[in-house]
């Protein structure tokens, strides 16, 4: 344990930054901008300290602190890191510069975007920190008005409607969590607590369990999202603006993923553990229809929206299939999809930059002119569709691995959303970068400028980095996996193990 | 929760709405309607009416009533004094304590009607 | 005949006693004085009044004891409504005078009124009868039915005026007529019983307890008399057309006033005194809080006028606060209690912006006059904004807490299905205030102002204080909550 409290710094720091970018006259973009560049990387900076400080090859929560808040109440200020959460701050920390360079452009009204981007970054770390159910629940809701402010605010033109449904699809499932969060309160046999390692004990029976883990499948369903749940992410990635997309997308999606693994399982393993086929078979059709639906798509945004929606019903799949190889797969994933998707986003935001259309049909040749973005984003495509030797083919790899060895025949469609990524992805590349030119705009667009590839630079690198030598990231991540796969799978005699496990020094 | 006890509530609720009806609607059917012209003309408490409606055929001026309301007020409260002044010898130091209190929030009362011109008839 | 002089102990009384005084003085010194330029006096003395009746309030904490021949009951409870009501007064007074010197209006009435109303409330925060609950009940009412309408030149002002004053009559002949039904029922209106006489439930009790319906019959008079005072439907009908058309900053007083004194009595009398009869008014109280929430939420969606979503708002609010009332349990209590204070606190800091915002003669209050206001105005449009998310619920602001508190004490009752239903209304209830949102973020300004608003310092302040109430209840709501607690102890006790 370092005596420094890197994760609560790192967490607070965006937050407090947002006071420094009060403090600059909103006529000033430019300083705003670097003001805002400033805050986030210093706070990537200060998390290297967290991934150095990891001790690996252990699932116990780390570099937290726990101050007591409302003891009346018995809530504290808890945090903690193991190796679900670590990947998903590094995440946070790692793409929120990057977005900070995507939004570049924007020169309206750039304080208050500033300042929710911010806000944003400290509810997202917040939520992958909390190991209080109150403190998590608060950082939850917290994510959520930045978010909805960033759409409705610098969207396109139908951003009203789609902050709005984002907003209220995400809180009514949160509402229903916050019932089963307050039901388990009051089910705790000891002194009233929201601890989440304390939590993790109480004998519920069956019938409860299942109604709770309802109440938090339904919070988390729509973040991921699941299918019947997913229609407020199409209309939201495609009208939020570029970094919007790229944090909805990198992150936001993760929340619902990471809430799975580390909340609804390991709280409710009985129910979770019955409710697998369902999951599962949600998960399947997550992949196939998001795949289905991404080819027909026009506009690209969209393509890419629904493309998360495939590849978060892969991460699904991984986590409740119930085996090591799909949770640390499944987790390897959300990192991997965090970078490829967010780098997609971006990449079309450059392109949109220069066009400004979303219509897939008013591109066409793009590579001619822009032969370097063409290329990357080729690179990023693979990278997306899992192709052997990046990242993406090492999580897919393992999700599909992991389902053959417990429930064989389910590989078949999952490796059929796969044949189908490729198609949607190169078809859109094919159509984007080559082919005729029928715009003349199509000729003049510019290649990558500095700021761009500065940009995409340190994705690519880590995208070629995980798909040679994942070691490390898998290190880190398996026995915090493993600890949810055997509450998954064995969860009779564990909640008790569990907790002695949490506890042990 | 127990059900059985609303009954008398709803025995209630019928009751009340036939009786209402019920007598509303025998009151139609058996009494004589004889309409006259002394009985279709507004009620000025027995003096006759002439054009305007009221006599004189002017309405008042609105300060009438403003000042009968005072008048009002500040009669009905000291019908408050009576009994007290019957009762003064029981009540002793309380009831002098008591009404001394009471005379001065009228007093405080009046001497808001005055400052705000209240009483002043004329403009 | 001798008379049986009562022993007079006025402590119970004492915070009443100092805001009538006070009134009284702040009426004479105005008509005495008569018409200056800069009547700064007037707010002045009213705030002192207010101050002392906190003084007096807090001086009473921590007794429980009932006084004036078991008519008033002093405890906790009656102290912490006391206090919350007169800091409520305070933040009307010190938002009205920036009012009133806008609208040039006539102030010594207004600050009076102000005071006789908080009296009111107060004493119905301490009634321990019927007869006195009544009588506090007519006096607020009549303090509120001239202040909607306080604002002679407008129309709809005296309109709302005369619906609320006529709906109120109607409903105060309810409220008494159950008292009567009570008297018929039991013999008694006092909601304890003592040395001075039985109580409604050992009266109850005594006749064998078998014939309940009068009873619940008579209950059912006094939750509509006090239902229309806290807005619960279906007696909300005057709640927009008052809340529109009434000064704004006497909106924010009634919907955080009229609503904590009117639940006060609601708590007194359920939880309390017909605590053993719990059973029994549960299905009907039930139905109104399922109703109030259903119907505040869902009717508010379609509201164009800040004003009239605020009232709406404020009906799905006292469906919340129900939710707490039903419980009845320790966690029931304090969590109205302090859903009450934070939501008075938060509804006020709202209805002080709308106020600034409204310009002269408090006209621009449609949704259309907030567009792009976060662009013009960042920082009244950032508390408008915390102020709503408060009343939405979202965390970090004391909204969340305080529903989380009557939920949670539903919950803990067995009523998970009432908390699952208040958390649906408050999803959709959500969609109104985001549509604030919308329009003050994501809506460009049509027209410039011919004359810039300007926020007074007191408004200024007011809004300032209640922000920061709001979120510091938000993050740190322990002591409040610790306070509340305490005060519902003494509360059972007494």
């Known amino acids: 344990m370092s005596e420094w409290p890197f994760l609560d710094i790192v967490v607070f720091l965006p937050l407090a930054g947002t006071l420094l970018i009060g403090l600059i006259p909103r006529a000033r973009v430019g300083a705003l901008r670097i003001g805002a560049l400033a805050v986030t990387v210093v706070t990537f900076l200060l998390s290297l300290g967290i991934l150095m400080n990891f001790d690996t090859g252990t699932a116990d929560f780390q570099l937290g602190t726990s101050v007591e808040w409302i003891p009346e109440w018995g809530i504290s200020y808890i945090t903690g890191v193991d190796g679900v959460s670590l990947w998903m701050v590094m995440l946070t920390t790692f793409l929120m510069p990057l977005s900070v360079l995507a939004s570049w452009s924007v020169e309206r009204r750039a304080k208050p975007y500033f300042i929710f981007l911010l806000t944003l970054e400290t509810g997202l770390l917040g939520v992958f920190v909390s190991l209080d159910l109150f403190l998590f629940y608060v950082f939850w809701e917290a994510s959520l008005v930045p978010m909805y402010l960033l759409i409705g605010i610098w969207g396109y033109r139908n951003r009203v409607y789609a902050a709005m449904k984002f907003f209220l699809f995400t809180l009514v499932g949160s509402l229903l969590m916050l019932v089963a969060i307050l039901f388990l309160y009051f089910s705790f046999p000891g002194s009233p607590t929201f601890n989440y390692q304390e939590l993790l004990g109480t004998p519920l029976s069956l019938g409860t369990q299942r109604l709770l883990f309802l109440g938090f499948f339904a919070s988390f369903a729509v973040k991921v999202p699941l299918v019947p749940l997913h229609t407020w992410l199409p209309d939201a990635h495609t009208e939020a603006p570029t970094a919007g997309s790229v944090m909805l997308a990198a992150v936001l999606l993760k929340l619902g993923a990471y809430g799975l693994i580390r909340f609804a399982i390991p709280l409710f393993p009985d129910a979770a553990r019955e409710l697998v086929p369902l999951v599962m078979t949600l998960a399947i059709i997550g992949i196939v229809y998001g795949a289905a639906v991404a080819i027909v798509q026009r506009d690209m945004k969209r393509l890419i929206a629904y493309s998360s929606i495939a590849h978060l019903g892969f991460i699904v799949l991984g986590v409740f299939v119930g085996s090591i190889q799909g949770m640390s797969g499944g987790i390897l994933q959300m990192l991997n999809h965090g970078l490829s998707t967010g780098a997609l986003f971006m990449l079309f935001g450059a392109l949109y930059e220069r066009r400004h259309t979303r219509r897939i049909a008013d591109y066409g040749g793009v590579a001619r002119s822009a032969p370097v973005l063409a290329g990357v984003f080729l690179f990023v495509a693979l990278s997306s569709l899992g192709l052997p030797g990046l990242n993406g083919f090492v999580g897919e790899f393992l999700v599909l691995l992991g389902t053959f060895f417990r429930y064989r025949w389910w590989v078949v469609p999952a490796a059929f959303g796969i044949i189908l990524a490729a198609i949607y992805l190169l078809w859109a590349y094919k159509r984007v970068f080559h082919g005729p030119i029928t715009n003349d705009a199509n000729l003049r667009i510019p290649d990558l400028r500095p700021r761009e590839m500065v940009m995409l630079a340190p994705i690519l690198v880590l995208i070629a980095f995980i798909g040679v030598y994942p070691k490390p990231f898998l290190d880190r991540i398996e026995p915090s996996a493993q600890k949810v796969v055997d509450q998954l799978r064995d969860s009779s005699a564990l909640p008790e193990a569990a907790v002695g496990d949490a506890d042990a020094p | ?123 | 005949m001798p008379l049986d002089i009562p022993a007079v102990r006025l402590t119970g009384i004492a915070p009443e006693i100092a805001l009538c005084a006070t009134a009284l003085l702040l009426l004479v010194i105005d008509a005495v004085l008569g018409e200056r330029r800069n009547r700064w006096y007037l707010p002045a003395l009213a705030s002192i009044g207010l101050g002392l009746s906190i003084y007096f309030a807090t001086e009473a904490w921590g007794t429980t004891r009932l006084e004036l021949s078991g008519m008033v009951a002093v405890d906790g409870f009656a102290s912490f409504v006391k206090i919350t009501l007169a800091v409520f007064g305070l933040l009307t007074v010190w938002l009205g005078r920036d009012f009133l010197v806008r609208e040039r209006a006539e102030e010594g009435e207004f600050y009076g009124l102000v005071l006789f109303a908080v009296a009111g409330m107060m004493l119905m925060a301490g009634a321990a009868d019927l007869i006195v609950v009544f009588l506090a009940l007519e006096t607020f009412s009549l303090a509120l039915y001239v202040l909607v309408g306080f604002r002679r030149r407008s129309l709809l002002s005296q309109e709302s005026s005369m619906k609320y004053f006529l709906l109120g009559s109607f409903s105060t002949a309810f409220f008494l007529l159950g008292i009567a039904f009570v008297y018929g029922a039991v013999g008694s209106t006092n909601l304890y019983g003592g040395e001075d006489g039985p109580g409604i439930v050992s009266s109850f009790m005594a006749t064998g307890a078998s014939d309940v319906g009068l009873l619940i019959l008579a209950m059912g008079l006094l939750i509509v008399g006090l239902g229309f005072k806290v807005a619960a439907v279906p007696f909300h009908m005057w709640t927009p057309d008052a809340y529109q058309g009434a000064p704004s900053p006497v909106t924010g007083f009634m919907a955080a006033g009229s609503k904590i004194a009117g639940f006060a009595a609601l708590l007194r009398l359920l939880d309390v005194t017909l605590y053993p009869l719990r059973e029994d008014w549960r299905p009907l109280v039930i139905g109104v809080a399922v109703l109030t929430m259903v119907v505040g939420s869902v009717l508010a969606v379609v509201q164009e006028d800040v004003k009239r979503l605020l009232a709406y708002s404020s009906i799905a609010h006292a469906g919340f606060v129900f939710t707490g009332l039903i419980a009845a349990n320790d966690r029931g209590v304090s969590g109205s209690l302090f859903y009450l204070a934070t939501y008075g606190i938060t509804v006020l800091g709202a209805f002080a912006v709308v106020a600034v915002l409204s310009g002269r003669d408090d006209e621009k209050v449609t949704l259309r006059d907030y567009r792009g206001l976060f662009y013009d105005r960042p920082l009244l449009a950032g508390a408008l904004t915390l102020f709503l998310l408060s009343l939405a619920g979202v965390p970090v602001t004391s909204g969340f807490v305080a529903k989380l508190v009557v939920f949670g004490a539903a919950i803990q009752e067995g009523y998970w299905w009432l908390a699952v239903v208040g958390m649906v209304t408050s999803a959709i209830a959500a969609f109104f205030y985001l549509k604030v949102l919308v329009v003050m973020y994501m809506q460009e300004k049509e027209t410039e102002d011919a004359e810039r608003v300007r926020s007074g310092p007191l408004s200024t302040g007011v809004i300032g204080l209640a922000a920061l109430a709001t979120i510091v209840l938000g993050l740190y709501w322990g002591p409040l909550i610790d306070v509340a607690e305490r005060a519902t102890l003494f509360f059972a006790g007494g």
Do not use: H, N
């Not at chain 2, 036939?18 to 004889?34: D, E, I, R, T, Y």
């Open chain 2, 1 to 123: 929760m127990s059900l059985p006890a609303y009954l008398p509530v709803l025995f209630l609720v019928i009751l009340s709405t036939l009786f209402a009806a019920g007598s509303m609607f025998v009151a139609s059917k058996l009494s004589p309607a004889k309409w006259t012209a002394a009985k279709v003309e507004p009620y000025e408490c027995g003096i006759e009416p002439q054009e305007g409606g009221v006599p004189g055929g002017e309405r008042f001026p609105v300060k009438f009533y403003l000042l009968a309301m005072l008048f009002i007020i500040f009669d009905i409260e000291t019908v408050f004094l009576y009994p007290w002044a019957v009762a003064y010898d029981e009540l002793k130091v309380f009831g002098l304590i008591e009404m001394l209190v009471f005379v001065a929030i009228l007093v405080a009362a009046y001497v808001y009607v005055w400052r705000k011109g209240a009483l002043e008839w004329a403009e």
